[in-house]
C-alpha cells in the first residue's frame, strides 16, 4: 500500500498551545496536501506543499516538507477548540498524479 | 450547485440488497473521486473519473462495486449484493483542471450501513 502514516494517531492538547502532526510516505511525490475533517464526514482541504518547496504557510498553519526523509508536518500555532478535528496529509505520487492517497490521520483534542 | 453534492446522506440497507450512491461535482470541475472510509480509519480509494471515463479504478474492491458517470457531471457508485463489510462513509470529490487545481472539494459524504 502507498498510504502514507501519520503520527501520532491522537493528541491532546490545551487551548493556547501548538500541535504538531507528523506525515511519512513511501515514495517520490509531486505534492502533499494536508486536509481536516470534523465529526467523520467531509474533508477540507488546509495548504499545499510541492515537491521542491521546503517551507509554507497560511495563518496558523506551517507545513514542512522533507523530500529526502519523505515525511512531513503541520503545525498548528496557537491552538482553539475549534481546530478540534482528525486532521489527513495526503499525497500525490509521481507518475499517479491524479490520484491523492491519505494518510491514516491524526485525531486533535483541543481543550479548554 | 456551489459546492460537491451527495445524497442519500445516509442510507440503511439489508444485506444482499443493491444500493446506488450519488454524487453531483462541483460544476466544472472535470476530475471526480469515490474514496470510502471505515470507522476511524482513513481515506481509501476507490475510482478517480476524468470526464466520463475512468483512467483509474484500481481502487474498487471487488467486482461489486461499479461507477460510472455521464455528462461530465453527476456520477453514481453502485454496489450490488451488499455485504456487512461495506458499511462506511462513501465520500466523493472533485476538482477542476490543471495543475493550478489540484485540490479536492469533498461532499460531505453517504454514511451507508449495511445490517
Known amino acids: 500500500s502507498q498510504q502514507g502514516e501519520e503520527d501520532p494517531q491522537a493528541l491532546s492538547i490545551q487551548e493556547g498551545e501548538n500541535a504538531t502532526m507528523n506525515c511519512s510516505y513511501k515514495?517520490?511525490?509531486?505534492?502533499l496536501q494536508w486536509y481536516r475533517q470534523n465529526s467523520g464526514r467531509g474533508l477540507v482541504h488546509l495548504i499545499l506543499?510541492?515537491?521542491?518547496?521546503r517551507e509554507k504557510h497560511s495563518g496558523r498553519l506551517r507545513v514542512t516538507l522533507d523530500t529526502s526523509k519523505k515525511s512531513s508536518s503541520l503545525l498548528i500555532t496557537a491552538s482553539r477548540a475549534a481546530d478540534t478535528a482528525s486532521y489527513f496529509c495526503?499525497?500525490?505520487?509521481?507518475?499517479?498524479?491524479?490520484?491523492?492517497?491519505f494518510g491514516t490521520g491524526t485525531r486533535l483534542q483541543v481543550t479548554l | 450547485g456551489a459546492g460537491v453534492s451527495q445524497s442519500p446522506s445516509n442510507k440503511v440497507t439489508e444485506k444482499g440488497k443493491d444500493v446506488e450512491l450519488r454524487c453531483d461535482p462541483i460544476?466544472?470541475?472535470?476530475?471526480l473521486y469515490w474514496y470510502r472510509q471505515s470507522l476511524g480509519q482513513g481515506l481509501e480509494f476507490l475510482i478517480y473519473?476524468?470526464?466520463?471515463?475512468?483512467?483509474?479504478k484500481s481502487g474498487l474492491p471487488s467486482d461489486r462495486f461499479s461507477a460510472e458517470r455521464t455528462g461530465g457531471s453527476v456520477s453514481t457508485l453502485t454496489i450490488q449484493r451488499t455485504q456487512q463489510e461495506d458499511s462506511a462513509v462513501y465520500l466523493c470529490?472533485?476538482?477542476?483542471?490543471?495543475?493550478?487545481?489540484?485540490?479536492?472539494?469533498f461532499g460531505s459524504g453517504t454514511q451507508l450501513s449495511v445490517l
Open positions: 470529490a472533485s476538482r477542476g483542471q490543471g495543475s493550478a487545481n489540484e485540490k479536492l472539494f
Open positions: 515514495t517520490s511525490i509531486n505534492n
Open positions: 506543499i510541492r515537491s521542491n518547496e
Open positions: 495526503a499525497t500525490a505520487y509521481t507518475g499517479t498524479a491524479s490520484k491523492l492517497t
Open positions: 460544476s466544472g470541475h472535470t476530475a
Open positions: 473519473f476524468q470526464g466520463n471515463s475512468a483512467p483509474d
